[in-house]
């Protein structure tokens, strides 16, 4: 900008001329000038009023949406072992009602550091003297040894170890904190907890991973830190599950089976209540798997969910269902059962003669493997295997343990027409009890489908129609009739009355074809048998009744008293008031006169 | 009017210098209280995890049953089945409160013995 003089000589000069007072023109400027200077000035200081208005603004936001986080983060709990990378926290596993399956223990370990330790052959010494399987010289020569700096002796200590270890007084050795997985029900449930190891190890902590079963399953889950403080609440009833184990282990001894298994579900939620294989082992030691020997005889195996087996004349029951949901048959329609019935070279016998003819009915409460080949036969390969998809019998059984996904059903290479007869009668298909309870479940609870869990579950599963109402009704009726009339009378018991269907299964030896004297018996039952809640499966490897003259190994001398004896104990347990025979019997019959009115 | 001014500001300053210290001394104060509470809850949160699974340790059903076996002679514990539900009818009506003028525990037990008769009356 210019500056302009105060008194520029034009302006004057005419001011003279009229006769004016030039000093009024330099006032004027000199105003004008000091009223250019304000302005500026002002303007310099509002601008920097602004900044710093501006700069205090920022400040504030800064402090407030600080202490707004601060507000609104959740306060943390300092806990040991979450300082570190390395983290041992691990939820804890709760059954249905609560009660503690596994849980975390804090311990310590043991380690030395060599350079800092003061007489290493007195603590080796004391050492062996304290842990018996220490040997001193070695550890002497360990503690002793220039390239050693550092050694683990012990993952986990007892608090009178630890006592023991600190009174030595030897300031090499030294205590790290560690978390212990526990299951303080011992074997009880076992092959559902699975167990667990130590991942890696630091000073202050050591990872706790799962090994198996539910552990492995959600491994990720129970490690993740923002679920560590909620427990995982798992389907399983612990009373339920120990009295099944008591009985079914008393039951294995007295029939001298090799091996026994358990399944117990509720047939509208699919919440597996007990699950139970046997031999078992305890998961606090889990043992190391088989080396040699068949590994589905080794206690880590679960039989009812990893077994696969071809489990015999309860397979019939579906395919009875079938024959009825698809309107080819009714429980009255008369089937021939003259036997044996041949298919090429193949002959299909009955375990007795059962006469020339029989009902849909009495196939399967006499349990007639003619009548059912025949039933089936009519209704061809395609057909039975959508029916059996839908029950989910061709594909791996979906269940919260890490070795479901591991084991599938074994199914014929060539689904002939000889299989569909053989299928029929539970041969040729491999079925695991777990995939066989969701079956049964689905056939009684109204024809839904059910997908067995071990979460504990607050509604009831929506699952897709896959038989009717009526013949998940029909199907409730012939099992009932089984218990009352036909091959698993040992399954009435006071105050419950129980449906289910035996199956006894010559188990396929080593080098093909089926061993004599070798029987998986399966008892396959529902109860209250008019308006089902639950579903057991009981399998037997092995078992044989020898109070007789010769010993009897069908499925209605040995799984059957035993799911029997599980039933009268469980189901007080499952808060189940007793229920006459006479009320089941009445039901059965409102319900038939309902839909003959339809 | 102004020194006077550049003296309260003055004052006012060492004043809030003098609450900043201190402040900032409650705070660690509060700090270390936090660290300690921290310390004292997980300590405590260690114990309740320890008593938690003891006292699962100590339930669990192989010792329960155990136990059952153990003292079966003065509780007679057994298997709940069937039998242990009951009819609504089956609990009795409450008997009548018998009415007695005895003074002391001794004269009512003497008394008793003796009464059996008389009370049977008073039921319905």
Known sequence: ?598 | MRSFLYFLTALAVIGLAAWAYRENHLTQQAMNERRALEREVASLSNAITIQRTEWAYLNRPDRLRELVDVNFARLRLVPMTADHFGEIGQVAYPLPVLRSDYSTAVEVFGDLQSTPPARQEDTP
Request: glycine share 8%; charged share 20%.
């Open chain 1, 1 to 598: 900008m210019m500056r302009t003089p105060l008194r520029p000589l034009a302006r004057v000069l005419k001011a003279r001329e009229t006769g004016e007072n030039p000093d009024y023109i330099e006032q004027e400027n000199r105003r004008l000038r000091l009223e250019n200077m304000r302005d500026a000035a002002r303007n310099q200081a509002e601008g920097r009023l602004l900044t710093l208005a501006l700069l205090f603004l920022c400040g504030f936001v800064l402090l407030g949406a600080r202490m707004g986080l601060l507000a609104a983060t959740a306060p943390l709990e300092m806990s040991v072992g979450l300082s570190e990378d390395i983290s041992s926290a691990r939820a804890d596993i709760l059954d249905r009602e609560g009660r503690v399956l596994a849980t975390n223990l804090p311990t310590h370990a043991l380690y030395a550091e060599t350079r800092r330790m003061v007489d290493p052959v007195r603590a080796a010494r004391e050492l062996a003297r304290i842990f018996p399987d220490i040997d001193a010289d070695r550890m002497a020569a360990r503690f002793t040894d220039p390239q050693r700096r550092f050694i683990w002796i012990r993952a986990q200590l007892s608090p009178e170890q630890q006592q023991a270890v600190h009174d030595i007084g030897e300031p090499g050795l030294l205590f790290g904190p560690r978390d212990m997985r526990v299951y303080p029900n011992g074997r009880i449930a076992a092959h559902v907890l699975g167990g667990a190891r130590y991942g890696q190890q630091g000073v202050r902590a050591a990872e706790l991973l799962g090994v198996a079963g539910t552990e492995l399953y959600f491994d990720s889950r129970l490690r993740d830190p923002d679920m560590v403080k909620e427990p995982l609440h798992l389907s399983l009833d612990l009373t339920v599950q120990a009295t099944v184990t008591e009985v079914l282990e008393g039951g294995m001894r007295m029939l001298n089976a090799k091996g026994a298994s358990a399944v117990l579900m509720d047939v509208y939620t699919g919440e597996v209540i007990s699950l139970v294989s046997l031999p078992d082992f305890d998961p606090n030691q889990r043992p190391a798997p088989p080396t040699e020997g068949e590994p589905a005889d080794s206690p880590l195996f679960n039989r009812a969910v990893q077994g696969y087996y071809e489990l015999g004349s309860v397979m019939k029951s579906f395919a009875v269902a079938q024959g009825l949901d698809s309107g080819a048959v009714t429980p009255d329609t008369m089937i021939d059962t003259r036997g044996p019935l041949t298919w090429g070279r193949f002959r299909i016998n009955d375990f007795r003669n059962y006469g020339p003819e029989l009902s849909v009915r009495d196939v399967m409460v006499r349990s007639s493997n003619i009548g059912t080949a025949r039933i089936m036969q009519a209704i061809g390969v395609e057909a039975q295997q959508d029916f059996l998809r839908k029950f989910g019998f061709l594909d791996p059984a979906q269940i919260e343990l890490a070795e479901a996904a591991r084991s599938r059903p074994l199914l014929p290479d060539r689904w002939s027409d000889l299989s569909v007869m053989t299928i029929s009668y539970g041969h040729g298909m491999s079925t695991s009890p777990l995939a066989l309870a969701a079956g049964y479940a689905s056939l009684v609870n109204g024809g839904r489908k059910i997908t067995p869990t071990l979460q504990r579950q607050d509604n009831v599963q929506a699952g897709a129609q896959i038989i009717s109402a009526q013949t998940s009704q029909q199907m409730r009726l012939m099992l009932h009739q089984v218990v009352q009339q036909g091959t698993a009378s040992f399954a009435r018991i006071a105050g419950y009355p129980v449906g289910g269907k035996t199956g006894s299964a010559d188990k396929p030896g080593p080098r093909g074809g089926y061993m004599k004297d070798a029987v998986l018996a399966t008892f396959a039952s529902v109860f209250p048998s008019h308006d089902p809640r639950y579903v057991l499966i009981v399998t037997l490897d092995e078992g044989a009744d020898t109070t007789g003259p010769e010993p009897r190994r069908t499925a209605g001398w040995t799984a059957v008293p035993v799911s029997a004896e599980i039933t009268r104990r469980i189901a007080p347990l499952l808060d189940m008031r007793p229920i006459r025979l006479e009320a089941a019997n009445a039901a059965f019959d409102a319900a038939l006169h309902s839909s003959v009115g339809h």
